[in-house]
């Protein structure tokens, strides 16, 4: 007979959990394995809501596993390490991002490159070594192998770095891998939510031109004046999509709605490159014409392996790079679910979890 989830492994945990496709969350009791030798157990302090939260908790995928804790921008304290762990003791700020486990020895994993392993384990709705379920970091502790672990630098402030481990990691990795990380290149950033406006400040770090592209001006402002983008560019005024056309060397797309990818292709130059880092749940319409033209790219990019997300994180910390947050106790999770479904969050929620995710909140 199949163990409840707080049977499965001996160490006690207690989250908040979605049941079933409303999506909605409630505390719920479950189980983490014991520190192996080559574990970290961390206690969580701080977890950011990513919009494929969102996504798994209703099923929009279509592969959510019940009962699911979310949560893969997992920032706190090391409390626990095993006796082969190397990088880590404890004491030490850690966090954890989107994966905890991959096969270690494919090609993929060999070159740094974990989060393309088809063995990939994610953080939670994943199935771990040993069949157990994976739950993320709506929770009050995890236990992770040292390997997809990173290391928080002391000058980091942990509620807002933690955004970093998805949202940060997932466009940082394409600016790098795609060749726009060198000043003076002229960088598009399509829209500015949770990922875009952290793909606006890597870009602007590296001492890119930033164009950021959006459906209307409302965040115009908020772009140019606090984010430091050269130029805002509204997608639907043709007038101003035709003066810049062929003008930008590539574009992030972080837009997780359907939407049409003509007018963005025409915005870049020969070779330019349109890289997607968005997820819509329907298949987007690719024209073929406008890439034949000028021997241009659509390409897609998924967070990052481990050895690039430490170096993502120590050049946040290097260029003072954090999220822009609104940090909320686990009782309104549901709320800033609803919320972040409007759109209405600049630009990422962040659980206060070590401080208000209390044991007595079961009901």
């Known amino acids: 007979m199949e163990k409840a989830p707080e049977e499965q492994h001996p160490v006690k945990a207690f989250g908040w959990a979605a049941r079933d496709t409303s999506g909605v969350l ?9 520190t192996g030798v080559k574990d970290v157990k961390i206690k969580i302090l701080y977890c950011g809501i990513c919009h494929s939260d969102l996504h798994s908790v209703k099923n929009e995928w279509g592969f959510s596993n019940y009962p699911l804790v979310p949560g893969h921008e997992i920032v706190g304290v090391a409390t626990e390490v095993g006796c082969s762990v190397n990088k880590f003791k404890v004491g030490d700020k850690v966090g954890v991002g989107c994966m905890v486990g991959s096969c270690r020895s494919c090609q993929n994993c060999t070159n740094d490159l974990e989060n393309y392993c088809s063995r990939m384990i994610l953080t939670y709705n994943g199935v771990y070594h040993d069949g157990t379920p994976t739950y993320g970091g709506y929770s009050d502790n995890v236990v992770v192998d040292e390997h997809f672990v990173v290391q928080i630098p002391e000058n980091m402030p942990l509620d807002a770095v933690a955004p970093l481990l998805c949202a940060g990691i997932t466009t940082y990795s394409p600016l790098r891998y795609f060749g726009l990380d060198k000043p003076g290149m002229n960088v598009g950033v399509v829209g500015l939510g ?36 050269d130029s805002f560019l509204v997608s639907t005024d043709a007038d101003e999509m035709q003066a810049v056309i062929a003008t ?4 992030i797309d972080t837009v997780s709605a359907v939407h049409t990818l003509f007018p963005l292709i025409s915005l870049l130059k020969s070779h330019g490159k349109l890289i997607m880092v968005g997820a819509p749940d329907r298949p987007l319409e690719l024209p073929i014409f406008p890439l034949l033209a000028g021997r241009k790219i659509v390409a897609g990019s998924g967070i990052g392996g481990m050895k690039e997300t430490q170096e993502m994180v120590d050049f946040a910390a290097k260029h003072n790079i954090t999220a822009d947050i609104e940090v909320i106790p686990i009782d309104y999770i549901n709320t800033a679910m609803d919320r972040l479904a409007k759109g209405d969050v600049k630009y990422r929620f962040v659980i206060d979890v070590g401080n208000t995710l209390k044991k007595e909140c079961i009901i």
């Not at 409630?26 to 014991?34: G, L």
């Not at 952290?198 to 592209?213: C, D, L, M, R, S």
Request: proline share 2%; charged share 20%; net charge positive.
């Open 26 to 34: 409630s505390p719920f009791n479950f189980s983490r394995r014991a």
């Open 194 to 229: 949770g990922l875009g406006h952290v793909a606006v400040k890597f870009a602007k770090a590296f001492g890119n031109k930033v164009t950021v592209i959006s459906t209307s001006t409302h965040k115009k402002k908020e772009a140019l004046e606090h984010l430091g983008a």
């Open 248 to 251: 930008l060397d590539g574009i």
